[in-house]
């Protein structure tokens, strides 16, 4: 029987990495380094300051609130974006 290599992962483009968050930087809970809100002004969201997704913290990275088992996971369940309802 023949062996085949394993196959490997093929890396992703660096520009999709920061395009995973991007319903961060358009909801309101989205928040940069220094605590300003991201909303309209085109900014990579690093924080969420979203209650249900934060809890008893003020923020919490990104990466942690959208993460496979994260509280608002990779289909962010928790964005307020006006636009979304009309």
């Known amino acids: 029987m023949q062996q085949h290599p394993t196959p490997q992962p093929v890396p992703a ?3 999709w990495a920061r395009a995973v968050y991007m319903a961060c930087a ?3 809970h989205g928040r940069t380094d220094t605590g300003s809100a991201t909303r309209g002004t085109r900014r990579e969201a690093t924080q969420c300051v979203c209650p249900a997704v ?3 913290r003020r923020a ?3 990466e942690e609130a959208r993460s496979n088992h994260g509280p608002c996971g990779p289909e962010a369940h928790h964005q307020v974006f006006p636009g ?3």
């Open 60 to 62: 919490i990275p990104v």
């Open 13 to 15: 483009p660096s520009h």
């Open 54 to 56: 934060a809890g008893t």
């Open 84 to 86: 979304l309802f009309g």
């Open 26 to 28: 358009v909801c309101q």
